[in-house]
């Protein structure tokens, strides 16, 4: 854990560093994603495990609500976002989970929910993650579009993935902040797009 090893200013100091040297081609292609799933009334499903199953509930939640004008949130003419967190089916889970296994967790539900042409977002720290691995090498097969969230080495998942954003980072605590932190810039570029606002204006 980086935090018990630096001080603030060092930690905040590999911060920076780790920022400074995301692909930037990378964080564009997931707005460009995002934006496609919309523009072509897609699903969009997002999964992960721990703090990236939280992250996951976070990116949905925003995603549908937050592509809209708040003014906009009662009229039903307005096309939405078609966004899930695979992470808050909990029953979908435990029935698996039990009946099934754990690695299946999220496959199952892509099984029942996913088609051709959808994306899935997949998150994960290690990239390593059995049920996550299994649900975008379903999702591949299927013709769904996989775009993976990774740190550390990226694992399998950054093998397998059509397209991805990778923090090389060897803690967990900060690849997590940088997904998130990442995710608003991109949940607002997909905003200024569907709203035609700030510099899409």
């Not at 937050?66 to 029935?95: H, V």
């Not at 999702?139 to 950054?158: D, E, M, P, V």
Request: charged share 20%; proline share 1%.
């Amino acid at each position: 854990m980086l935090g018990a090893e630096l001080d603030s200013d060092a930690y905040l100091q590999h911060l920076r560093q780790a920022l400074k040297n995301l692909d930037r081609g990378a964080i564009h292609r997931w707005a460009d994603a995002l934006y496609r799933a919309w523009d072509e009334a897609r699903f969009v499903f997002v999964f992960g495990n721990g703090g990236s199953g939280t992250t996951a509930t976070h990116f949905s939640e925003d995603l549908g609500k937050s592509t809209l004008r708040p003014e906009d949130l009662a009229d039903e003419s307005k096309k939405r976002l078609k966004i899930m967190s695979l992470t808050d089916n909990l029953g979908w889970i435990l029935a698996v989970g039990n009946d099934v296994g754990y690695d299946q967790i999220f496959q199952q539900q892509l099984m029942n929910y996913g088609s051709a042409g959808d994306l899935v977002i997949a998150i994960s720290g290690s990239g390593n993650s059995p049920n996550v691995i299994n649900a975008v090498e379903w999702a591949k097969r299927h013709g769904l579009h996989t775009f993976g969230i990774s740190g550390y080495s990226g694992g399998q998942l950054k093998e397998i993935q059509d397209d991805g954003l990778h923090v090389p980072v060897d803690d967990m605590g900060m690849v997590e902040s940088i997904h998130l932190c990442v995710f608003h810039w991109v949940l607002n570029d997909v905003y200024g797009r569907i709203n035609r606002a700030g510099r899409y204006a």
